[in-house]
């Protein structure tokens, strides 16, 4: 991969970015169906996906939860596209893009249930603080879930860390450490069998 297709994956911008966020819905299905597997959603669940890219998850939570499901990128390209795929929703007062930065979010405090970052957080400044914003935004009891294609393990880590300046990839452990630190209560990981797909779940 190259640095200009990481630099579109951290945010999509012109007629490439287009393309990228096709690519992206494509290319993160295995993680996103393992994910959706290690996770219950209620039908009252209000959700935010961080980082939403395209809108395909968004779309996906729709069919699970009778309640709102809402979406926050700062590509503009992002939040558009994601707009288009869930336009229906949108129209009918169920699914709010918000375009902003995860590290200073627009949102009321306690708003979500649910909070969830697909191939996202290895772009996201002073991980640490950011998920304190994360936390902030997410009801007691609440849960915030992390899916990425590597444990932190991945045998093509080093050449994208090395690519991509501000990239940083975080092992389970690490992800337990920074969440406890930014106030959730309980944090548990499930990797996927014979490959590196790690999706880490924590509660408020």
Same mark, same amino acid.
């Not at 990481?6 to 999509?12: N, V, Y």
């Not at 998850?57 to 707009?83: H, M, Q």
């Given at each position: 991969?190259?640095?200009?297709?990481?630099?579109?994956?951290?945010?999509?911008?012109?007629?490439?970015?287009?393309?990228?966020?096709?690519?992206?819905?494509?290319?993160?299905?295995?993680?996103?169906?393992? !994910? =959706?597997?290690? *996770?219950?959603?209620?039908? @009252?669940? /209000?959700?935010?996906?961080?980082?939403?890219?395209?809108?395909?998850?968004?779309?996906?939570?729709?069919?699970?939860?009778?309640?709102?499901?809402?979406?926050?990128?700062?590509?503009?390209?992002?939040?558009?596209?994601?707009?288009?795929?869930?336009?229906?929703?949108?129209?009918?007062?169920?699914?709010?893009?918000?375009?902003?930065?995860?590290?200073?979010?627009?949102?009321?405090?306690?708003?979500?249930?649910?909070?969830? !970052? =697909?191939?996202? *957080?290895?772009?996201?400044? @002073?991980? /640490?603080?950011?998920?304190?914003?994360?936390?902030?935004?997410?009801?007691?009891?609440?849960?915030?879930?992390?899916?990425?294609?590597?444990?932190?393990?991945?045998?093509?880590?080093?050449?994208?860390?090395?690519?991509?300046?501000?990239?940083?990839?975080?092992?389970?452990?690490?992800?337990?450490?920074?969440?406890?630190?930014?106030?959730?209560?309980?944090?548990?990981?499930?990797?996927?069998?014979?490959?590196?797909?790690?999706?880490?779940?924590?509660?408020?």
């Amino acid at each position: 991969m190259t640095a200009e297709k990481i630099t579109q994956c951290m945010k999509p911008h012109g007629k490439e970015g287009i393309q990228t966020i096709k690519e992206m819905n494509e290319n993160h299905k295995n993680i996103s169906e393992f !994910a =959706f597997n290690c *996770i219950t959603v209620n039908d @009252n669940d /209000k959700i935010l996906d961080i980082g939403c890219g395209g809108g395909v998850n968004i779309e996906k939570f729709l069919r699970l939860t009778d309640n709102d499901v809402d979406g926050l990128d700062y590509s503009e390209v992002s939040v558009r596209e994601a707009i288009k795929r869930n336009q229906h929703a949108v129209d009918n007062k169920l699914c709010r893009i918000i375009q902003a930065d995860v590290s200073d979010m627009p949102i009321d405090d306690e708003t979500y249930d649910l909070a969830t !970052a =697909f191939e996202t *957080i290895y772009f996201w400044p @002073n991980i /640490k603080n950011t998920f304190k914003e994360v936390s902030r935004i997410i009801k007691p009891k609440g849960k915030f879930m992390i899916a990425q294609g590597t444990d932190g393990n991945h045998p093509d880590d080093e050449k994208w860390l090395s690519t991509v300046e501000g990239m940083k990839v975080y092992t389970s452990q690490e992800l337990e450490k920074y969440l406890l630190d930014a106030g959730f209560n309980s944090v548990n990981s499930f990797k996927k069998e014979n490959d590196y797909i790690l999706v880490v779940i924590a509660q408020k």
